[in-house]
């Protein structure tokens, strides 16, 4: 139990709250829109044990893939791997049972969550790689998050449409806008080993300018779904506050300034995912 502990804390188990309010929004939504009726208490059991297998998966995948760096940067050095409080081979045992979670829990909604879980743990693996050859690491984590709302809606409807791609749009650009930002506390590190990152690349003041236009857009996804879909004033107004909350996490990280990106990283985007599946589901039962 004392290695489990050390495991969840290296793996941030907390952070889950970013994407799993998401994927209970793509359920809730799709389920509604589809089906008429809201997720059973099987699919919203299994929905939330996919997600806690993926995203564990992958985060406890990314720490054994990115041990050697982060047992040189500064930032990371004190990691459970690097520090030695936990091995390789324990931490490979969680990853097999993680992602053996996800595959069972997928079986137990229906077969097209199985078709498509390739591509689900070709992304949650690829993405620990990226930063060794492309900028553009950031986005490819942003589509990794953003299989949270669609594996939501498949695992609740056995089906995908575009009203889904819109919603996995939106959280997908707003993912990558919060890396780039947390991003950039490694930049100068980053760049001194050869590693890629938009901080890194273009320096942090161009980066948090990209920043701020990947949210731009995300807030425009989010929009969108208001005019597509059945949802909404109560909605509109959850998003309206969602953007309110991504301008504040811009105000407060500064190109000379970087103290207060652990806040915009881990607490406003916290809050907006929990805002925005509560205004939906508050949209959808008034």
């Not at 553009?136 to 953003?146: D, K």
């Not at 498949?154 to 959280?171: N, P, R, S």
Request: hydrophobic content about 55%.
């Amino acid at each position: 139990m004392k290695k489990v502990k050390i495991i969840l804390e290296m793996i941030k188990f907390e952070h889950t709250v970013f994407a799993l309010p998401f994927a209970f929004l793509g359920a809730v939504l799709g389920s509604l829109l589809i089906n008429g009726s809201w997720p059973t208490a099987s699919q919203w059991l299994w929905i939330t044990l996919a997600m806690v297998g993926a995203r564990s998966a992958a985060m406890a995948l990314n720490r054994v893939i990115d041990a050697k760096i982060d047992k040189a940067n500064p930032r990371t050095k004190e990691r459970a791997i690097p520090a030695g409080l936990i091995s390789t081979f324990e931490t490979t045992a969680f990853i097999i049972v993680s992602f053996a979670l996800l595959f069972y829990s997928a079986y137990q909604l229906n077969m097209l969550a199985v078709y498509l879980l390739p591509i689900a743990v070709f992304f949650l693996v690829i993405y620990s790689y990226t930063k060794r050859f492309t900028w553009a690491c950031h986005l490819v984590l942003g589509v990794t998050i953003g299989i949270a709302p669609l594996g939501g809606w498949v695992g609740a409807t056995g089906t995908l449409t575009i009203d889904a791609f819109l919603l996995f749009l939106g959280v997908a650009l707003w993912t990558a806008g919060f890396d780039v930002i947390y991003a950039t506390q490694d930049a100068e590190y980053d760049k001194s080993v050869r590693l890629y990152s938009i901080p890194s690349y273009f320096g942090i003041p161009k980066a948090l300018m990209m920043a701020k236009a990947i949210h731009i857009l995300s807030f425009i996804a989010f929009v969108s779904l208001f005019f597509i879909t059945p949802l909404g004033l109560i909605y509109l107004v959850g998003v309206l506050i969602s953007g309110g909350i991504m301008v504040y996490e811009h105000s407060l990280v500064k190109p000379n300034d970087l103290s207060k990106v652990n806040v915009a990283f881990f607490t406003m985007n916290g809050i907006l995912s929990i805002v925005m599946l509560v205004f939906t589901i508050g949209d959808l039962m008034l």
